[in-house]
């Protein structure tokens, strides 16, 4: 299944690296933005499918706040990327989960494919064991 995805990563190189692991995975990445602002924009403009988000970007630890925007206002299922993943530790509305960083391009291609598949209603047996999931 091709998934319309927006990476929000104010690392560049983590972002690059995503962007190439998400496209060789068949997936069309919308945009690859450093802040909310950037996010919300590009979000606004388009149809995502799956939003990687990062918890501190480039305007500071606004990640939190627009995951749950992305996932309750806009129907965007998130994915929290973060190497602080004590900070969404009780959950965090609208949100499936987090991966903790740093990962692998398996770890990324797997919690992708749960999202993704929760998204769509396809059945899933369990989350992979990299991705810690809320509620």
Do not use: C, W
Request: proline fraction near 4%; hydrophobic fraction near 45%.
């Amino acid at each position: 299944m091709t998934a319309r995805i927006l990476i929000i990563e104010d690392e560049a190189l983590v972002a690059m690296e995503l962007r190439f692991v998400l496209e060789d995975l068949g997936h069309d990445v919308v945009a690859t933005v450093a802040d909310a602002n950037s996010a919300r924009s590009v979000a606004a403009e388009n149809d995502i499918d799956l939003a990687l988000v990062d918890i501190h970007l480039s305007d500071g630890p606004t990640g939190i706040d627009l995951g749950r925007e992305l996932g309750q206002e806009r129907g965007v299922t998130v994915l929290f990327m973060t190497a602080n993943p004590g900070m969404v530790r009780e959950g965090v509305a609208g949100t499936i989960g987090v991966l903790s960083k740093p990962t692998d391009e398996r770890a990324v291609q797997t919690a992708v494919d749960y999202a993704l598949g929760r998204r769509t209603g396809r059945p899933v047996e369990y989350a992979p064991p990299e991705l810690q999931l809320f509620g």
